[in-house]
């Protein structure tokens, strides 16, 4: 028999003791948490004039709650089947503005009342904004591949100290593969998976079937219990990549006339517990009126008005705009015509990329620019032959038409009138490169640079070298100019932007080696300066 939830994470968190809403380190003197409090886990995302918060309880509610904004009171939606996930949507807010927020059950309140702050209007001039930066972040704790949940929540807390107006999280919140490759065998399709959550029936539907409970045991621990109450003042940006859909990139030509295997594009099960996860646990992309509400994965029955699932928009005043994509959840497999993102998410990009009036403009994808590991999905058509990659060899699977909207895309970037600068994750490494030239597309005059932020998760065999023999590298068909080799090592980046000059830091553990405790003294192990135009 299964535990209930309270029960399990009493033994995920055996020896912790304090406050569920503690920020504290992860030091013994000021452990994770304690369960005693109903409160498990609140993430928010914000605009200008809106906040969006995620939250789950430990025992079921059986009173709706209410969230009270300035005291004004916003009654939660119930997101799951068993009331223990809410989502409060609240609108019509002041930019810039410090909200006192009060989450409540009848008159009791569920944590202490913290504050957060709506972002700067669009037109408003802002000095400088602070981003914290990771990825791979996801994974439950007793899988061989990821550090504890104490030590990736330690270095939550450390990036967290130095105070970021708001966070990214570049993708892979979740590790539970379920059916082509090796992964699977370690994760979701192993006896320790089914022993964790059970096993999922394919034939049913996500929520409101047995599904939902084993997808709740699957990812409390990865989501839930990881962040709890760390960033309830902090906004949280969520990009999915490819394990948030439960599947590694793979490919597998058929044999003897039989069908190719592929993970993606998404099988509809996939694109069920993909959504199924954001609903319960992490904030949609809210609107942006720069941002067409007709792109896929935006406006559904089941999400608040304008939401989007995959395509989203980072607007701070008149210094920033991030444009944040999914390339995964609607990749084709058309050969020369085949796209990452559908067309019409290209042409957004695009456009704001040329019109955009931000003194600073970032794009955000889930699979990197500039980075090949001669995998399945990956722009690029660089393929592992004898430890070396090389794009003389087939690669299968592999479509142009990714290359080419690629190219399109570094085209439109390279255009721009400031550095274009893209964020990536994916690589489980540190790294940094610039491109000057993809085949015959020049972009020397205005390089793009690729920085690829930190891990805070991986271990062990989960490094990509553990299982391909090489780190990623500069993809065969570019030219760059590459400033740090991927350096699999755990960490985080914090990146200042000003009009004038993007300053990245990243930091660095290793989890493999370095005592837990360096962590609360981190400090960044390089630091650049990228100015605004080149």
Known sequence: MRLPRRELLKLTAAAAAGSVVGCG????ADPVRSFEDNLLHALPTVSSD?????????????????????????????????????????????PDRQYELDLRVGNTRQAEPWTLRTFPARDAEADSVRILAFTCAGGHEAMPIHLSTSVRRRMLQRGLSFSPDFAIALGDHVYWDLTLGVLPTILGNSDLAREIAGTFDRSSPVLGTDNEAVLKRAVDNQIAEL????????????????????????YREGAGGEPAQFTFPPSDFSVELARATQLLYYPEFLPDPTRPGT????????????????????????????????????????GQEANYVPADVEDWLVVRMRDSDA??????????????????????????????LTDEAPKAGWQSGWLAQHDRLLIAASAMNK???????????????HILRSGEHDFSTNPIASIIAGTPGTFGLGWPSSGRGTVATPSV??????????????????????????TVRSFRFNGELDDPSSIDTLEPFREVVLPRTT
């Open 419 to 433: 550095r274009p600068i893209f964020l990536g994750g994916d690589i489980h490494s540190h790294a940094e490169t």
């Open 359 to 388: 003194a600073q403009l970032f794009n955000v994808p889930s699979s990197p620019v500039g980075f090949s590991a001669g995998k399945f999905l990956e722009w690029y058509p660089d393929v592992l032959v004898d430890g070396a």
């Open 227 to 250: 962040y709890g109450t760390l960033f309830r003042s902090v906004p949280v940006f969520f990009v999915r990549d490819d394990h948030d859909y439960f599947e590694n990139d793979e």
């Open 477 to 502: 068909v570019l030219e760059v100019d590459e400033k740090l080799p991927a350096l699999e090592e755990n960490g985080f980046n914090i990146i200042d932007v000003t009009p004038d000059t993007t």
């Open 50 to 94: 809106r906040i969006l918060l995620k939250t789950s309880f430990i025992d079921a509610l059986s009173d709706e709650p209410e969230l009270f904004v300035d005291g004004i009171g916003i009654r939660g939606q119930m997101t799951d089947s068993e009331a223990q996930h809410f989502a409060f949507d609240v609108s019509g807010l002041e």
């Open 25 to 28: 380190s992860d030091s013994p």
């Open 295 to 334: 792109l896929p994965g935006t406006g559904a029955a089941d999400r608040g008005a304008g939401l989007s699932e995959a395509f989203g928009t980072i607007r701070y005043g008149k210094l920033l705009e991030a444009l944040l994509y999914d390339c995964k959840g609607f990749v084709s497999l058309d």
